[in-house]
């Protein structure tokens, strides 16, 4: 198993940035297709960005590409999501997730594949 605890939200004008991390606990991080989700209030969650398990292969959804970047430090066990020029519509819960079913340079978009979950941090861009 592996535990994921989010941090780095906050509240950031338009324009902004604002970099989260998602802390994985135990050793067996690299074994693990990341990603990251958001859920706004009202909607259902949706998928952010993902990063294959060596960190080779990353994907993003075409609302944030080109703003969002995320990252993995396998000697922290940690991934990043930089989210730059933040947008009212980023405003959202951001919860990172763990998949250890994709392998090599695959990495998946949907939530029901990914086997752990954060708690989710607040991020919200105030106009």
């Known amino acids: 198993q592996v535990q994921l605890t989010e941090s780095g939200g906050g509240l950031v004008q338009v324009g902004g940035s604002l970099r989260l991390s998602c802390a994985a606990s135990?050793?067996?991080?690299?074994?693990?297709?990341m990603g990251w989700f958001r859920q706004a209030p009202g909607k259902e969650r949706e998928f952010v960005a993902a990063?294959?398990?060596?960190?080779?292969?990353?994907y993003y959804a075409d609302s944030v590409k080109g703003r969002f970047t995320i990252s993995r430090d396998g000697a922290k066990n940690t991934v990043y999501l930089q989210m730059n020029s933040l947008k009212p519509e980023d405003t959202a819960v951001y919860y990172c997730?763990?998949?250890?079913?994709?392998?090599?340079?695959?990495?998946?978009?949907?939530?029901?594949?990914?086997?752990?979950w954060g708690q989710g941090t607040q991020v919200t861009v105030s106009s």
């Open positions: 990063i294959s398990r060596s960190g080779g292969s990353t």
């Open positions: 135990g050793r067996t991080f690299s074994r693990y297709a």
């Open positions: 997730a763990a998949d250890s079913r994709r392998s090599g340079v695959t990495v998946t978009l949907t939530p029901t594949a990914y086997d752990y």
